[in-house]
């Protein structure tokens, strides 16, 4: 199963993929310590910081902008890796090989899944670091409520990291029905405004039992799109 991962990887140039993502980071680290440190924040009469994202606590803010960001890149790697090869075509020549249909597209899906973990818990440990190292020479303009020197931090950031990027394939299966890629990318977004946005002061974003249920619907939605490939007319 590796090699084949390996063989989407090389396949699909993850190079590109890999110098997007660090590019995407340098921004979040950017726009994150420019919020904390620099005063974007502030009202332009008062001089005072106007408001922050949800509690003015700095770890709401760098939680919902890098699972925005990657919730998205995950629906584009997702709509290239899969959506996109059965719109190229080359779906079929893969099909050709004597190699289960199901084996070769959970190959695909995971090659993304891995690579987007691995990414969006990078994203958010550089960018939790660059606003901590950030604090210890300048004075931040919100409260720095996480501890890096604690195990539990980090649980948190990979535990967060697996549900968003699984809640991709929800987007997958959306795009692979309509045999869109466009419809991976805009089921993407939709799933932003679900589990990211607020309607005055509710939000889904902390509700744990919530996400875990979103992220167990999306994983039976991968399921679904591996079950029945091998009958799959490739049309």
Known sequence: MFQL?????????????????????????????AFAFLGIANDPETGVPDVAFETGM????????????????????????????????TM?????????????????MLAVWIFDFAALAAAKLLVYGCVRLGACFMEPA????FDMMSAGFYVQ??????????????????GMRMRSSKAVIVSSFLLIFLTQANVGDVTLRDNVVFLVVLMGVSAGFAFLSVLGVEKKDLG
Request: proline residues 2%.
């Open 58 to 89: 700095l770890s709401s803010t760098i939680e919902m902008l890098t699972n925005m960001c990657f919730l998205v890149f995950t629906g584009v790697m997702l709509a290239s890796f899969v959506v996109g090869a059965y719109k190229n075509k």
């Open 92 to 108: 079929n020549i893969m099909f050709s090989y004597p190699i289960k249909r199901q084996k070769i597209l959970a190959a695909q």
């Open 142 to 145: 919100f409260p720095v409520d």
């Open 157 to 174: 950031v990979l535990v967060k990291s697996l549900v968003i990027v699984t809640m991709g394939f929800a987007a997958l299966f959306v």
């Open 5 to 33: 991962i390996k063989l989407e990887w090389k396949k699909n140039k993850i190079g590109k993929y890999i110098r997007n993502a660090v590019i995407l980071d340098a921004v979040l680290c950017l726009f994150v310590f």
